[in-house]
């Protein structure tokens, strides 16, 4: 498969994956799992549709609690699609089993949002003073997306 394909493949099973770990996030929400313990919005569509405000107020726009909502969760999805392209890619070059492959892009991810590129760029705040039980909430959500993006690009490639 060429690098084109793999990419479009990744970022299609990327927004699936995006869309499972938004299932996933507004079910551990109205679970009462959230760090914040209210079932509101998924904490990082949350962080999104705060972006969003930022933007829209940036240009005289004012959006409604539903629309924040919905443009956070499709910067969500649009991001997950993005780093499904750039997995399609590499694991198209490099063959692992699918779960080792989820697990991997899970722990990446996980690591990039709340330890290194997101933080570092402004977008996401360091944990720092976070209780480790309130670290580990997010993971649940991330081994989801990275599940998730793994199979779906799995079985994209068995068309």
Do not use: C
């Not at 089993?97 to 722990?107: D, E």
């Amino acid at each position: 498969m060429g690098m084109g394909e793999a990419a479009l493949k990744g970022a299609l099973a990327g927004a699936a994956g995006g869309v499972a770990m938004i299932a996933m996030q507004q079910a551990e929400s109205l679970a009462g799992l959230a760090e914040d313990g209210r079932a509101a919005a998924p904490r990082a569509v949350g962080r999104a549709a705060r972006a969003a405000k930022g933007a829209a107020r940036a240009q005289g726009v004012r959006m409604s609690g539903d629309q924040l909502a919905l443009t956070g969760a499709a910067v969500q999805i649009v991001a997950a699609a993005g780093i499904g392209a750039v997995y399609g890619v590499l694991s198209n070059q490099f063959r692992l089993p699918v779960g080792v492959q989820g697990s991997v892009l899970a722990g990446i991810v996980y690591a990039a949002n709340f330890w290194g590129l997101m933080p570092r760029s402004g977008l996401l705040e360091l944990p720092t003073g976070v209780p480790l039980k309130d670290a580990l909430v997010p993971a649940g959500p991330h081994a989801v997306f990275g599940a998730a993006t793994a199979r779906a690009f799995d079985m994209l490639i068995q068309r």
